[in-house]
């Protein structure tokens, strides 16, 4: 017995020693076991979950038995090339998308520098604190917050009336989705923009300054490029999340967003997922232009 | 055999020939059709006493249907614990049921729902031998077409009632009268409907009395021209509305807000309204209305057969039917709940019409899925996915 477990205990001593000297020898295999895991994950649920919406994009529905034929063919988005609806869905989806992320840098930038270049370090936590508390908070709490405030007998017509000034009719309306959208996001544009003012270093500006440049060029030529890659991180963020979205349409607006289209059709009689499949394309090759767009800007190599 | 095993022998026995009927309903029929075919001759196995509570219940319902009033005393009575999902519409009771898997035991399935649920083999079969109130039903809902198939009771008949046209009184002067005032640009921006396809069947219904030479009899069975005209209506209709609502609670809100003045409704937001003290009320047009008859269905998969069937023998008894009614604002399929609503809430048999003749059931468009099949040899009609895809379109 004894000397089983002595020799056992040799044996995967050997065994370690013999690993670790592979380890030693050969580099990569170092780096394979550490990234492996992560990287397998990432390929199992990110690329594969995309790969199979790719793949079933192109698939059909029987509508006789309601099943899926796996046969390739391009009807879904020959559908959604002819019937004007989805244009219009598509279009409206990434123009207020758009809206909401020029909307957002114009909030978020001087929000950003005042908060990276001018507070106190004690101010400077009390509006990160305050940047970052709404996300504390359910996003539907948020929203069915914004439907209060908005609607016709709510706290913004109370408001207007008590100042004497004429009601608003923009709940439920375009308007009322790029408000909300514009306001849930807005953490996400500041976040990123605060962090790329931050990092500028303050000799560059003063070397700016020292070289004659007003502070309007020095704005412009200094400042300006060095937090774009902020910028356009911020834009990633809020441009994806609106064009994915799908709840806020539902309890703010009075039309249809890419998702609506998207979850009706999982969540319909006619079942038909290779369609929404083939509609979940467009905000994915949208998103794909986009950093495309971002990449040729140069936005990141400053990264 | 301990009894245990005997039971769960028949009830494998039972979901066997479930899907062996469900099977032959999908018609791939090939080599065990045959046998199949035999059992459904002599119909299937059904429970014949309901066993012990599993303690566990999960519903899929419309909003209201499962109100603390007369799920507490049930759990307490049978220790079969409820949870319950509330569904927008039949496209997503039928959706959440298919999906499900076991998750879900029963739903309380509107027509357009229950057939779909059979044919896809989702529901099985039920003993109304075990509900004790069942002979007490009114005639027209013991083996409607919408639950009964060749003899076959995939569920218990629970409420039905009418699709109303809901007003503020203080903003809409004079009082409608007629399903026009949801076409009439004069409300623009305060008009509501729900967010469902089968709404195409509402208008189709003000067309078949408005336009009577587009020769609508059936407002779920609509030819091209027939369906166009309906569609193009709704499209007309687009501009006017705040809001499609899909939630029963979302439509009480835009009517609470302000948001919304007019809105084609059930009874039950006008109940909720009225307790909140909104000044509202609602009508049946004089064009008529379409309307839902409800039925509490089996999952085929479903774990906790005793609970359901407890469940299903719970809300037929008089006193639940008439809660339910009172609450929601609709009619109980129970002719002996007429009493106790009375005595709930003066009035309330006459007012939800619990009392009516047999006629006034006939005069309702009760929600069916649209098929391809018009019924009358004829086989042009719309079918539900182009309902749908037209839906799509209205909406924009």
Not at chain 1, 256 to 280: E, T
Request: hydrophobic share 45%; charged share 15%; proline share 6%.
């Amino acid at each position: 017995m004894a000397v089983r477990a002595e020799q056992a205990g040799r044996s995967t001593r050997a065994a370690r020693r013999r690993l670790s000297a592979a380890f030693w020898r050969r580099p990569w295999l170092r780096g394979l076991t550490q990234l492996g895991p992560p990287a397998g994950i990432f390929l199992a649920v990110y690329i594969a979950a995309i790969a199979v919406l790719f793949v079933s994009a192109f698939w059909t529905l029987d509508p006789l038995s309601g099943e899926i034929v796996h046969d390739w063919g391009f009807q879904n988005f020959k559908t959604l090339w002819e019937e004007h609806v989805y244009w219009r869905i598509a279009g409206r989806t990434i123009g207020i998308a758009a809206a909401v992320t020029v909307t957002d840098i114009i909030l978020a930038f001087p929000f950003a520098y005042f908060m990276a270049r001018l507070a106190s370090p004690r101010l400077r936590t009390v509006l990160f604190v305050l940047v970052l508390l709404p996300l504390w908070s359910s996003y539907l709490a948020r929203i069915y917050a914004w439907r209060l405030i908005l609607s016709s007998d709510g706290a913004l017509n109370w408001g207007l009336g008590g100042l004497g000034l004429p009601h608003q009719h923009i709940a439920y309306t375009n308007w009322a989705m790029w408000i909300v959208f514009s306001y849930i996001w807005l953490p996400f544009m500041i976040l990123p923009v605060y962090a790329a003012l931050e990092r500028i270093p303050d000799s560059v500006i003063e070397a700016s300054r020292d070289l004659g440049a007003r502070n309007r060029t020095t704005f412009r030529r200094v400042i300006l490029p060095l937090a774009l890659p902020g910028v356009v991180a911020g834009s990633i963020f809020t441009f994806s999340l609106t064009l994915g979205d799908y709840i806020t349409p539902i309890l703010v607006g009075n039309t249809q967003f890419i998702g609506n289209v998207v979850y009706r059709n999982v969540l319909g009689l006619s079942y038909d997922l290779p369609f929404a499949a083939a509609y979940a394309m467009v905000p994915l090759a949208v998103m794909g232009i986009y950093l495309i767009l971002a990449r040729r800007a140069g936005a990141f190599e400053a990264l | 055999m301990t009894k245990q095993y005997r039971r769960a022998l028949g009830w494998s026995a039972m979901a066997l020939v479930v899907g062996a009927l469900a099977f032959v309903a999908a018609g791939c029929g090939g080599g065990g059709g045959s046998n199949a075919s035999e059992t459904t001759t002599e119909g299937p196995s059904l429970p014949t006493s309901i066993g012990k509570g599993e303690g566990k219940l999960s519903l899929v319902a419309w909003e209201g249907y499962t109100q603390p009033e007369w799920v507490k005393p049930f759990e307490k009575a049978t220790g079969c614990k409820v949870t319950s999902k509330y569904a927008g519409s039949s496209d997503e009771m039928v959706t959440l049921m298919r999906q499900g898997g076991s998750q879900y035991d029963m739903v309380s399935a509107s027509g357009d729902a229950s057939v779909r649920l059979i044919k896809g083999g989702d529901v099985q079969a039920m003993n109304p031998k075990l509900i004790p109130d069942f002979p007490n039903f009114i005639d027209a809902l013991k083996s409607p077409s919408h639950n009964t198939i060749d003899g076959v009771h995939y569920g218990i008949s629970l409420q039905w009632g009418p699709n109303t046209l809901l007003y503020n009184t203080q903003k809409v002067k004079p009082a409608p009268t007629s399903w026009s005032t949801l076409y009439n640009s004069k409300y623009k921006g305060q008009i509501t409907i729900p967010d469902n396809p089968i709404q195409i069947a509402d208008a189709a219904l003000y067309l078949s009395k408005t336009k009577p030479d587009l020769g609508i009899t059936d407002p779920y069975e609509l030819n091209q021209k027939q369906f166009d005209a309906a569609v193009n209506l709704l499209k007309q209709q687009r501009p006017l509305l705040k809001k499609h609502w899909s939630l029963a609670s979302d439509e009480i809100d835009l009517f609470k807000n302000g948001d919304a003045t007019l809105g084609a409704s059930w009874p039950y937001q006008t109940n909720t309204l009225a307790a909140d003290k909104v000044p509202v009320k609602d009508l049946i047009p004089k064009e008529g209305a379409t309307g839902w008859a409800d039925t509490w269905m089996l999952s085929s998969k479903s774990k906790h057969p005793n609970c359901a069937y407890l469940w299903t023998k719970w809300v037929s008894t008089p006193k639940v039917q008439a809660q339910q009614a009172i609450y929601f604002g609709e009619t109980p399929a129970n002719t002996k709940a007429c009493a106790i609503m009375d005595q709930l809430s003066a009035g309330s048999c006459k007012q939800y019409h619990a009392d009516a003749p047999a006629s006034y059931f006939d005069s309702i468009k009760f929600w069916k899925t649209p098929l391809a099949d018009c019924g009358n040899g004829k086989t042009d009609c719309m079918d539900y996915n182009q309902w749908q895809q037209a839906w799509t379109e209205i909406k924009g």
